[in-house]
């Protein structure tokens, strides 16, 4: 197993690739155009320590939930190579995935969409209870229901239980959903965007359900998120994504106080701070993300950079080490 | 005197549940040339707010009681068909929370906008086009581009255009509900530096609505903290952010990361916001606070001035005192 600053390393990427088919149009089909790809990732690599909270940030549509889906195999990947606890799981069969499939979680942004509206909150939670034979009898299976519910503050758990989902708000939706996955003790967890459809006075109480009750036990987060100040304060490490590709990483406090990547910069310089008195947050690049299907040649940000030279067009920079841990991919740094 | 003067403003839904109370007694005045930032939580009634003074509540809307002034005049003795003819659009113009997204694809950008102009004036639609081109390059797009459809428009410059269309009959007052929520983040500077430029240029008053703290602090003079349909809270900015006094306002900040602050534990205000078909007696906030006293679930606190333009309403600073 490799080792980072003498860490465990739970999970490394390396040269992930998903590529997404474009549907033909009846015309190209006839003309028999070759076919074109949404490249949604594109040869992203990295590792994540065990019990860390690691940021995938970026604007939507730059890959952040395709990376996620892909690495627990929700999604076959195109390309490259997924390590977890040190074990390739990118090739592995049914059999194999179905335990890795408790060990390796996924929370998703809109718990309405995840949770079954037929079935009541004690049935979504034991589902899992039963598929990975988590408990022998009905009583065990209650207690642990009972304890999750309570992990996630719904309590009492007896007014909870016989609810629908649509009898719930959407944080004690998204709880229902948080404790439905913490109760199969998952090792790793992929949460994306947990909390972008929350109340912001709610957030802070169901991120520290999701994080806490992981962190006594070695859990390990991809945070996914668009919002730069919540992964400022959750996270450990994180990257920063730009149509498919990684652009820079480092620890939380590099990305946000000495952003390398002309990308970062601007990502970092747009974000509004809750302050009046401090600076007021500049665009100061134009435009938008183009469409991942044909990205820019070289460096796909080139088009939109203050530093683009020639070389930017021509080239694809790699993420280079500049400075310890710090990670970034231009030719101008 | 105040552009807007609004005073115990009370609107409900009727719903088969009953009646929902998405404002209810809001008082608020906006003075000429400023940018009024109402904040709160989504479901706490901002958009019912707006739509009570640009009289656009759906059917099953009503008006309880209160009063609307603009520029001095009582809007609620105004017929409809003045209102529509003289104000909405022409005076107090509105950019519809979700409205990027709400463009006629079958109609190019430019004579959608160009419409509005020809609805209320009397212009040719040559001339029309003309301010559209005009009003396209003020926000920022291309004039050359007035003959696109929505779907050739990326999200910041449909935005931008539903902002063109706001000013398209040269409004004094213009409401932008949520205008930069759905957009991301390098956009949505782009698009709030445009708002910023407009009011500068145009001398408009305006008020943003919005959920996220952090936009109002970078683009409002004054700012007015909403909770379940009131008021909580009103002052200068620099005073909203430097000396709260609400607990709900304290708290708010308090909830909201800073990506400039160094890593801290975020809080969270316990429980969730009320819904408005039966709302908590006494003070709305009052299940959520950590300072509750036994007046605050019995009496609605009154909003009373601390100095300058800075109130609030909460039982603490009256000392408990009704
Ligand atoms: N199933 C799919 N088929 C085709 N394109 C897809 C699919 N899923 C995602 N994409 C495209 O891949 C790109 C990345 O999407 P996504 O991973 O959802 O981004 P993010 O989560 O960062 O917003 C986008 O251009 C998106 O439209
Ligand atoms: N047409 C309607 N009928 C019934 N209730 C409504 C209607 N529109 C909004 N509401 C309710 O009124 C309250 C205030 O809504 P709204 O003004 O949209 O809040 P905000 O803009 O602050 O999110 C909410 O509880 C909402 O569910
Ligand atoms: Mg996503
Ligand atoms: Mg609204």
Redesign the interface.
Known sequence: MRKMEGQEVELSVVDLQKWFPVRKSFVSTLTSKKTKYVKAVDGVSFDIAKGEIFALAG??GCGKTTTGKTLLRLLEPTGGHIYFQGQDITGIGKREMKDLRRRMQIVYQDPYESLNPRMTVHDIIAEPISIHSLADTTAEVDELIYRSLKDVELVPPEEFIGRFPHEL?G?QRQRVAIARTMVMNPEFIVADEPISML??????????IMLKSGEAKGVTYLFIT?D???A???CDRGAIMYLGKIVEMSD??GL?NNPLHPYTV?????????????E????I??G??PTPIDPPSGCRFHPRCPKATDLCNREEPKLKEHGEGHFVACHHI | MPILNVQDLRMYYSTLKGDVKAVDGVDLEVEKGEAIGLVG??GCGKTTFALSILRLLPYNGHFVSGKILFNGDDMLTVDDKTFNKEYRWKRLSYVFQGAMNAMNPVFRVGDQIAEAMLLHEDVEKEEAMDRVRGLFSLVGIDPDRVTNYPHEF???MKQRAMIAMALACNPEFIIADEPTTAL???????T??VINDLRAKLGLTMMLIT?????V??TCTTCAIMYAGRIVEYAD??TV??EPKHPYTK???G??????EA????????G??PNLLDPPTGCRFNP?CPYAMDICSKEVPKFIGLGGRHYAACHLLTGGDA
Request: net charge neutral; glycine share 4%; no cysteine.
């Open positions: 604007e939507s708000s944080g109340d912001v006075s709610i957030r802070a109480g169901l991120l520290k668009h730069l100040a919540y400022r304060h959750i939380m406090d946000v601007a990502l970092m310089a747009a974000v509004p701070v809750p302050d009046p008195q401090i007021k947050a500049k665009a690049i134009s938008e993300v | 939580e989504s990326s999200g910041g991301d983040v390098i956009v949505q500077a782009q709030l530096q959920h996220d703290l952090s936009v602090a970078q900015i620099d952010f430097s708290a708010l900040i909830a909201f990361p800073s990506i400039k890593k801290r534990e975020l809080v969270s205000i316990k969730t916001p959520r």
